[in-house]
């Protein structure tokens, strides 16, 4: 929900809104911002990484993570086994007190009781304790992990996007972590578990080995059928998580391209679509259920014949006076301990097969290198002047035919340059190769004669700036939105953007002005009121070089007419593209390019090119809408 501005906040706004701002005093406010800050988070992040090595197992890949948290993890795990240690102890108490008791028939057990009471709180305590660090351990991991991964995401280059669908990697990002996460903070309690059934098997042979041979009679038995159970279960896990994945790339595209989807009635097909792929999850978790419905039984079960084992063998031996009864019951008690870890022996085979699935398409993406890298030596773009010059580039986007073929351009430091074409020509991909998004197949692209190639990234893209065709908004407040490249900026300078692209006038009018919260992705603005925010976002990092990529296509004529009247002083100190497709746009331009099949056909003047070039004018009347 919008937050109300306070009245100081407000009293400033409205001087400013009454104050008369020229574009000089604009370029002076753009330009006076202090210096860039980081703003940091309570959570302190990852301490460490995944291991990149693909030779090592999958837990083996996990293990930098869990160990990083290690004091409380080792913590949990000592206090769960002391906890298990003091129930151990109490079977064999008992049988201790039965003993006395039948020796000596008048003996007291008062200390025997109190004994027990203390075994039992110090368990108890222990436990708790041990539960507080686990879900500790459990959740910083989860944490860890899932900001190694939406790390990883932000470092992958646009190619890696161009082929993979953002559901499937919000499903690895969130359910498959969650899989990692449970099974690599709890897998080791329940070892602890199973370390404590030995420690009960000690004490059985203690009392009885033969007895306690008997009882594990049934071990090897169990043993195979874990093996198998883990056979089978790995490959069902892989195709639920996918499928899984499947269902939330449905959704993802059906909330995002919700307006498309009514606007051709498509709904009820849509709601076919994800029903088909929740009925190929639904039988993903039937045949997990199967699976489980076939094997579990074995494993939780084949100790009950353990026990039966030793009920008959050990009734004998108490009858015949081998075996006493107090010895009989501890016996039984412990035989019951070990039950427990072999009914987590199946929960840990099947958490450890889904775990192992979950690792291996989280390692799909932390696998993936990104193609654009900074070269070793890269240096940090500065004191820009802007001249730009693409050098007899060739590109095409993976595959695919080229794009640009032997495109050569040289823009000087402040001139304004208009880039016209027909669709599919190349002028967007002039901007994507200009930031770096992608890298030139052939020839070169430099910012003041430095190869874009050989410059940092962060430098680079904080020199140029670019404002997209299809705006996208966070759902923040319009302040956040229009200071996210400069989130410390005074909202004297974040007015004086949105002034620039005469964006204030709306924004005054909304309910809590620049403290409204816009709706998903900015669809509670129009399209137009969403591109002047992000052309004042642009405006107010100041960027040195500024791409213009049709930034002004769904905002009206007019409007658009004072939006450049406040930017052509701007426009001045800088190197600016102009993606252009209405006329009013070309004529901010000192000159325009025109491009087809991925070259440089004609450049001049708009006049020029319209006595001298008629593809000019067949491309103008193609893109330009006709005015009423």
């Not at 709180?121 to 351990?137: C, D, E, M, W």
């Not at 307006?259 to 009820?268: H, M, P």
């Not at 079960?301 to 006076?321: C, H, K, S, Y």
């Not at 932390?366 to 802007?386: H, M, S, W, Y």
């Amino acid at each position: 929900m919008p937050v109300t501005m306070p009245l100081s906040c407000s009293i400033t706004l409205e001087s400013m809104r009454s104050a008369v701002v020229t574009p000089t005093q604009l370029e002076g406010e753009l330009q006076q911002r202090p210096e860039r800050t980081v703003v940091r988070s309570k959570y302190k992040g990852p301490r460490v990484r995944i291991s990149r090595d693909t030779s090592l197992p999958w837990w083996r890949r996990i293990l930098p993570v869990i160990n990083s948290h290690r004091w409380s993890f080792f913590t949990a795990v000592i206090l769960s086994f002391a906890s298990l240690v003091f129930q151990t102890l109490v079977p064999n108490l008992l049988n201790h007190a039965f003993d006395n008791l039948q020796t000596h028939h008048n003996a007291a057990l008062r200390g025997e009781v109190i004994t027990v009471i203390v075994f039992a709180l110090v368990a108890g305590i222990t436990g708790l304790i041990s539960r507080q660090f686990v879900f500790n351990t459990a959740y910083n991991v989860e944490a860890d992990l899932r900001s190694l991964i939406y790390e990883h995401l932000s470092w992958l280059s646009f190619s890696f996007y161009d082929r993979v669908q953002s559901g499937q990697l919000v499903s690895r990002a969130n359910s498959d972590i969650r899989s990692v996460q449970m099974y690599s903070t709890f897998a080791p309690l329940i070892i602890v578990q199973c370390s404590i059934g030995v420690l009960a098997f000690g004490f059985m042979l203690k009392i009885d080995a033969e007895l306690a041979l008997i009882a594990m009679i049934v071990m090897p038995i169990l043993y195979f059928v874990g093996i198998r159970m883990r056979r089978m279960m790995f490959p069902i896990s892989w195709i639920t998580q996918a499928r899984l994945a499947d269902v939330a790339t449905i959704v993802d595209e059906n909330v995002n391209g919700v307006r498309v989807v009514k606007s051709f009635a498509q709904e009820e097909a849509e709601v076919n679509r994800l029903a088909n792929s929740a009925e190929r999850v639904a039988w993903a978790y039937i045949k997990d259920a199967e699976i489980r419905g076939q094997w579990a039984p074995w494993v939780q079960n084949l100790p009950q014949l353990g026990l039966a084992l030793v009920l008959f063998f050990g009734g004998w031996m108490v009858i015949d006076g081998h075996l006493g009864t107090g010895a009989i019951l501890a016996f039984n008690a412990y035989l019951l301990m070990l039950q427990a870890p072999f009914m987590m022996l199946g929960q840990l085979v099947m958490m450890g097969q889904r775990a192992k699935a979950s690792a291996e398409r989280i390692f799909e993406i932390l696998d993936e290198n990104p193609e654009i890298v900074e070269r070793p030596g890269a240096f940090d773009l500065t004191n820009v002047k802007g001249k730009v010059h693409f050098d007899h580039v060739r590109f095409a986007y993976g595959d695919g035919p080229d794009i640009l073929k032997d495109f050569d351009a040289v823009i000087e430091p402040g001139e304004t340059v208009a880039i016209v074409g027909r669709t599919g020509s190349g002028k967007s991909t002039l901007a994507r190769l200009l930031t770096r998004f992608y890298d030139v197949d052939e020839g070169s692209v430099s910012i003041d004669d430095h190869d874009v190639r050989d410059l940092t990234l962060p430098s680079l893209r904080e020199g140029v700036g670019v404002v997209l065709d299809e705006p996208f908004l966070f759902s923040v407040s319009i302040r956040d939105n229009i200071a996210y490249g400069q989130p410390d900026a005074p909202l004297e300078a974040i007015i004086a953007a949105a002034k620039a692209a005469n964006a204030d006038e709306f924004i005054v009018r909304l309910p809590y002005d620049y403290d409204t919260v816009v709706g998903e992705r900015g669809y509670t603005l129009s399209g137009g009121q969403r591109q002047r925010i992000a052309i004042a976002r642009t405006l107010l990092v100041n960027p040195p070089v500024l791409i213009l990529d049709d930034a002004t296509s769904a905002i009206d004529v007019h409007i658009e007419a004072e939006i450049y009247d406040a930017l052509r002083n701007l426009l001045r100190q800088r190197t600016t593209f102009v993606i252009a497709h209405r006329i009013s746009t070309i004529a901010l331009a000192s000159r325009v390019l025109l491009l087809d099949e991925g070259r440089v056909v004609a450049q001049g003047t708009h006049e020029k090119l319209l006595a001298t070039t008629p593809l000019y004018a067949q491309v103008l009347a193609q893109t330009t809408p006709e005015r009423p």
